[in-house]
């Protein structure tokens, strides 16, 4: 079956920097896409990037622009979440997700699959 694992999240200083990664198996994801999101307690799960794994397209959602970028290296079936100037609001359990259509959607009910989550939390 298919299974997203998360990784990388943690504590971090407002202006810093992480990478999460997000190691999909399970089946082949060449005509996936695959997303970030994140939840913040008390708050409904937000979209922040997707990317088409086999062009390489993405998007992001204008909250993060400029500071997040998602990246996948098919070698290692992994994406990832480069995350710079890091701000309080940023604090939410960040999931990876799965779409089978390929799709670079925001919306969340488009995703197939999902991982568990990674805490990431930006100190002030």
């Known amino acids: 079956q298919v299974q997203l694992v998360e990784s990388g999240g943690g504590l971090v200083q407002a202006g810093g920097s992480l990478r999460l990664s997000c190691t999909a198996s399970g089946r082949t994801f060449t005509s996936y896409s695959m997303a970030w999101f994140r939840q913040a307690p008390g708050k409904e799960r937000e979209f922040v990037a997707t990317i088409r794994w086999s062009t390489g397209a993405t998007s992001h959602a204008d909250s993060v622009k400029g500071r997040f970028t998602i990246s996948r290296d098919n070698a290692k079936n992994t994406v990832y979440l480069q995350m710079i100037s890091l701000k309080p609001e940023d604090t939410a359990v960040y999931y990876c997700?799965?779409?089978?259509?390929?799709?670079?959607?925001?919306?969340?009910?488009?995703?197939?699959?999902w991982g568990q989550g990674t805490q990431v939390t930006v100190s002030s």
């Open positions: 997700a799965a779409d089978r259509s390929g799709l670079l959607t925001p919306r969340r009910y488009e995703y197939d699959y």
